[in-house]
C-alpha cells in the first residue's frame, strides 16, 4: 500500500493532468489488442483498457486455440485474465522466464499453455516414463536447444513440479536460468554441427568467426527464444529449499504467484460448469451461492485447523472444481434413480388402471351372468310350477 500511495504521490507530482488515467486499475499492458485484425498484426505493446475490453480478446482466442478439438475449458475470470496477461508479457521479452507458484488447480499450466498460443510460440514440455532419469533429460534438452537455436523459434518449456523425477533436473534447470546452456550438454562434435550456419551472422556482428564466438553467438540466440516456465506449489518445504539449493530459480525468473480465487471467481467457475446443467431457474443462483459459501467457509476453517493444531492443510481451486464436479455427478445420479422410481411406479400404476379396467368388465360380465341366470331359474321355477 505505501509503495502504491508513494507512486500516486509522484505521477500527481510530474503528471497532474494525466494522474487519473495513469493510476486507472487495472493495468493491463499487452500486444495482441489488434489479434482480430484480418491483415498483418503490429503487436503494439499498449494499454488494454478494463477487464471488459480484454475479455472478449481472450474468449476469441482461446475459441481458436481449441478449434477443432477442445483442449481446455477456462473459465476468463478477473484475475485469470491478470495472471493471462502478466505471463504474456513476461515470455514475450527477450530471455523472459517465470516461475509461477500456486497450489493445484490455479490455472498455472493452462494460462501459459493459451499465452504460449497468444504469442505464437511452440510448447515444449517433457514426458515421464518409467525409468526416466537424467540423461533421458539430458536428451530432451538438446531438443529443446534445437529449436530455439537450430531452427531459431521462439519456444516456451513448461516445466512443473511433477516432472521433477530426480533433483538434478533442477540443477540443469538453474544452469539454463542462469547461463543459458546446461554445461557438457553437447560434445564437440554436435557443437559442430549445431554452428552451421552460424558464422555469417557472427562476421555480420563485427565478430571474427572462431569457434567460441560462434558457440557464444548460439548460446546467445538459444537464451533469447528460449523462456523456461516453472510452475510449482508452495505446499511444505520443498518449493523453499529447492529456492535455497537453486537460486537460479528465483534470480533469473519473474515470480508470479496465484493466490486462492476470490469469489467472483468462484462464482464463475460454477456458473460456467452448471451452465448446462437443467436446473430451477429460481434455484439457480441460490444453488451457485451456496457452492461459494462452503468453498469460503472450508478456507476459513483450515486456516482454524492451522492455528489449533500447527498442521498445513490446503483447500484448492481443484477441490473446488472437483466439488462441482461430484455435485453433478450426484445430481445425475440421484435424478437417473428419481426417473427410475417414476418409472417403476408410472408401471404398477398403468397395471392397477388396467387390473381396475379387467375387474370392471369382470364385474359387468358376472353381473349380466347373474340376470341370465336369475331368469334361467325364474324360468325354470315357472316349468315347474306348471307341471
Known amino acids: 500500500v505505501s509503495t502504491q500511495s508513494t507512486w500516486g504521490e509522484l505521477v500527481e507530482e510530474h503528471f497532474s493532468q494525466d494522474a487519473e488515467e495513469i493510476m486507472r486499475e487495472p493495468l ?37 486455440y481449441n478449434t477443432p478439438v477442445k483442449k ?66 539430458r536428451e530432451d534438452l538438446k531438443k529443446l536447444y534445437h529449436v530455439a537455436g537450430s531452427n ?16 538434478s533436473f533442477l540443477e540443469l534447470i538453474n544452469n539454463m536460468l542462469a547461463s543459458g546452456m546446461v554445461p557438457a550438454l553437447f560434445p564437440d562434435e554436435e557443437k559442430e554441427g549445431l554452428m552451421t550456419g552460424i558464422a555469417d551472422e557472427v562476421i555480420s556482428l563485427g565478430l571474427a568467426p572462431t569457434k567460441d ?57 460454477s456458473r460456467r460448469f452448471l451452465a448446462q446443467e437443467v436446473l430451477p431457474e429460481h434455484l439457480r443462483d441460490n444453488i451457485i451461492n451456496h457452492m461459494v459459501f462452503v468453498h469460503a467457509k472450508a478456507n476459513e476453517k483450515i486456516q482454524l485447523f492451522n492455528a489449533q493444531l500447527r498442521r498445513h492443510n490446503y483447500v484448492t481451486p481443484k477441490n473446488y472444481l472437483d466439488y462441482i464436479t461430484n455435485y453433478k455427478k450426484l445430481l445425475k445420479t440421484n435424478r437417473s ?51
Request: aromatic content about 8%; proline content about 3%.
Open 28 to 64: 493491463l499492458f499487452g500486444d495482441f489488442a489488434d489479434y482480430r485484425n484480418e491483415v498483418e498484426r503490429l503487436r503494439l505493446y499498449e494499454d488494454l483498457g478494463t477487464y471488459s475490453d480484454v475479455r472478449p480478446i481472450i474468449e476469441d482466442i482461446l475459441e481458436e
Open 72 to 137: 481446455m475449458d477456462l473459465v476468463m475470470f478477473d484475475m485469470a485474465l491478470d495472471h493471462l496477461v502478466r505471463i504474456t508479457r513476461i515470455i514475450t521479452v527477450n530471455r523472459g522466464n517465470a516461475l509461477l507458484v500456486g497450489v493445484g488447480g490455479s490455472g498455472k499450466q493452462s494460462l501459459t499453455k493459451l499465452a504460449t498460443y497468444m504469442a505464437d510460440y511452440k510448447l515444449f514440455e517433457i514426458t515421464l516414463s518409467r525409468g526416466y532419469g537424467e540423461d533421458h533429460f
Open 152 to 167: 531459431n523459434e521462439p519456444v516456451v518449456f513448461l516445466f512443473t513440479d511433477a516432472h521433477v523425477a530426480q533433483e
Open 213 to 269: 564466438n560462434k558457440w557464444a553467438h548460439f548460446v546467445n540466440r538459444c537464451r533469447d527464444n528460449l523462456h523456461i516456465v516453472l510452475c510449482m506449489s508452495p505446499s511444505g518445504n520443498t518449493l523453499r529449499t529447492r529456492c535455497r539449493n537453486f537460486p537460479g530459480l528465483v534470480n533469473n525468473a519473474v515470480i508470479d504467484w496465484f493466490p486462492k480465487w476470490p469469489e467472483q471467481a468462484l462464482e464463475a467457475v
Open 337 to 387: 434413480t428419481i426417473d427410475d422410481l417414476t418409472n417403476r411406479l408410472g408401471t404398477g400404476l398403468e397395471r392397477l388402471a388396467k387390473a381396475a379396467e379387467e375387474v370392471a368388465e369382470m364385474s359387468k360380465s358376472l353381473a349380466d351372468q347373474e340376470i341370465f341366470l336369475s331368469q334361467k331359474k325364474k324360468k325354470k321355477k315357472k316349468k315347474s310350477t306348471l307341471r
